[in-house]
């Protein structure tokens, strides 16, 4: 059970969606003592009334509130008796039932049963019409969102295993961010929409890809043609390939207008522009991409921003004496980037610095790289020329270890509230 701290109130807060339909509920909860700013909100909610949004006690029934006492707050405007009626009926009891059963099962502690307060914030659509399935979704809703409350869930491993692979309900789209490297980034370098439309059409599903628009693609379409591509695969991550060299931070904007996930600068150009260029990106929330084809020494370089790229992009070619002799000397670079940024790791454990390489890759330079520790093979020819783009794709992944479709591998645990949930994939 929480344990109060004299000189801190206990403040926790726990939101829930359950059901389906008209009916489904989604609830919002504040908890804590009544000294403190849930029990200042409460006051002020009580007696704060506006049209529409009127504050409620929750009742069990008329007569009989539940401890700790809550208020409901109608997040949909009640516009006429019907809607008033569905608020003031299943959904003021089921909450003030689901209180009283998590103060009779523990949930709540007991000594907290007259010094806490809870405000309840209740989603009632305008069309629900099913008074029992109100009552049954906004009652559980209630349990789910206190118990999250008290737990102070998410933990945050969940956090960082699903922040970046969930898909948000209502807003209707997926937002892809590369959050459980390998992938193959599929280059659209041939100046030809229509080819790389119909290709496109072809490729496999797979969590695992990228699509980039190749700087010729760019060259001749524009920008815009990331919106083209998505038309085709609306949740693709997206590279805009724009080898910026100047004016770092209108072609981000440019970028981030035309849908891309990331954009990239090339490590050609001044630091000043690389910085900017990364600064622009960061405020965007787009990830930046730094290509150091023909870079001498691209450690140096590295060293010398002030800023932290997203992916550095190793070109290396493949007909040098010295790499026909020793082939892992192609990707050298790839353990001193990693090594660079070793202690820029985010707090979960995953690193600051993704590494891409591009350059001749096939199923054999590729397993390569990956053991030399890519996190993104980029093919180019090898994908878009071939006469069957899905098979070449599929031998691709098959290099890479672990399932093409990452989500298959992982513990069905999207609303798994238990402590011992595992949410890492296998």
Same mark, same amino acid.
């Given at each position: 059970m929480p344990k109060s701290v004299d000189s801190k109130p206990d403040f926790f807060i726990g939101e829930a969606l359950l059901g389906e339909g008209d009916e489904l509920a989604h609830l919002d909860v504040m908890i804590g003592d009544r000294n403190g700013p849930v029990g200042t909100a409460f006051a002020t909610g009580l007696v704060s009334l506006s049209k529409g949004h009127t504050p409620l006690l929750a009742? $069990?029934?008329?007569? +009989?509130?539940?401890?700790?006492?809550? /208020?409901?707050?109608?997040k949909v405007t009640i516009g006429?008796?019907?809607?008033?009626?569905? /608020?003031?009926?299943? %959904?003021?009891?089921? @909450?003030?039932?689901?209180? !009283?059963?998590?103060?009779?099962?523990? &949930?709540?502690?007991?000594?907290?049963?007259?010094?806490?307060?809870? /405000? @309840? =914030?209740?989603? $009632?659509?305008?069309?629900?019409?099913?008074?029992?399935? &109100?009552y049954q979704y906004n009652y559980g809703a209630t349990r789910l969102a206190i118990a999250r409350a008290i737990k102070r869930y998410p933990p945050l491993n969940k956090l960082w295993f699903d922040k970046d692979r969930a898909k948000h309900p209502v807003a209707g789209i997926r937002v892809s961010r590369l959050w459980r490297p390998p992938y193959i980034q599929v280059a659209l370098d041939n100046p030809e929409w229509g080819g790389h439309k119909k290709m496109l059409e072809q490729l496999p599903k797979s969590d695992r890809v990228i699509i980039e628009a190749g700087t010729p693609l760019v060259k001749r379409y524009g920008i815009d043609i990331c919106k083209s591509i998505r038309e085709v695969i609306?949740?693709?991550? $997206?590279?805009?390939?724009?080898?910026?060299?100047? @004016?770092?931070?209108?072609?981000?904007?440019?970028?981030?207008?035309?849908? !891309?996930d990331a954009v990239v600068v090339s490590g050609l150009s001044s630091n000043e522009t690389v910085n900017k260029f990364l600064v622009e990106c960061q405020r965007m929330g787009m990830y930046a991409v730094v290509d150091f084809m023909e870079v001498e020494d691209p450690i140096t370089k590295l060293q010398g921003l002030k800023e932290i790229p997203d992916i550095v992009l190793i070109h290396r070619g493949i007909d040098t004496e010295e790499t026909k002799k020793d082939p892992s000397l192609r990707w050298a670079l790839i353990p001193q980037v990693k090594e660079l940024y070793a202690d820029k790791a985010y707090v979960s454990g995953k690193p600051r610095v993704l590494?891409?390489?591009?350059?001749?890759?096939?199923?054999?330079? %590729?397993?390569?790289? +990956?053991?030399?520790?890519a996190d993104i093979? &980029?093919?180019?020819?090898? &994908?878009?020329? %071939?006469? *069957?783009?899905?098979? !070449?794709?599929?031998?691709?992944?098959?290099?890479?270890?672990?399932? =093409?479709? $990452?989500? +298959? =591998?992982?513990?069905?645990?999207? *609303?798994?509230?238990?402590?011992s949930a595992k949410f890492v994939p296998d």
């Open positions: 009742v $069990i029934r008329p007569n +009989l509130i539940p401890k700790p006492q809550a /208020i409901i707050v109608p006429d008796l019907d809607d008033a009626n569905k /608020i003031f009926g299943p %959904a003021q009891a089921a @909450v003030a039932k689901a209180i !009283a059963d998590c103060l009779e099962e523990g &949930i709540i502690p007991l000594d907290k049963a007259d010094e806490w307060v809870c /405000i @309840v =914030s209740v989603f $009632i659509h305008p069309n629900a019409k099913d008074y029992r399935r &109100i609306p949740d693709a991550f $997206i590279v805009a390939d724009l080898k910026t060299l100047d @004016v770092g931070k209108l072609e981000v904007d440019f970028a981030f207008n035309s849908t !891309a590494v891409a390489v591009a350059g001749g890759l096939n199923n054999e330079s %590729a397993a390569l790289a +990956l053991k030399m520790g093979l &980029i093919v180019g020819r090898y &994908i878009t020329s %071939a006469k *069957d783009p899905e098979r !070449a794709l599929r031998n691709l992944l098959n290099v890479i270890p672990g399932s =093409s479709d $990452i989500d +298959l =591998s992982r513990v069905h645990s999207d *609303d798994d509230d238990t402590d």
